[in-house]
């Protein structure tokens, strides 16, 4: 079998890359971010811009994320 990682922050360097699935881990780091609309609101607009293509292509992909 063949595996391959790529790793990278959120607002990272992603486009281009492959995947059949793809995992998100920790994308709201703390209560403060949890609870700032702004913060919220980039990290929505990163997953739905730039992921939203993938996903489109059957690419799955798995948050965990921690409740604050």
């Known amino acids: ?8 922050g959120l607002g990272g360097g992603v486009t ?3 995947a059949s699935l793809q995992i998100a881990d920790d ?8 609870r700032d609309k702004n913060a919220l609101r ?3 607009k990163f997953f739905y811009t730039r992921m ?3 996903l489109m292509l059957g ?3 798995e948050f965990i994320i921690v409740g604050w």
Do not use: C, P, T, W
């Open 1 to 8: 079998e063949f595996f391959s990682y790529k790793g990278a």
């Open 27 to 34: 994308v709201v780091k703390n209560d403060d971010v949890g």
């Open 52 to 54: 939203r293509d993938l």
């Open 59 to 61: 690419i799955k992909m």
């Open 42 to 44: 980039q990290i929505f």
């Open 16 to 18: 281009g890359k492959g």
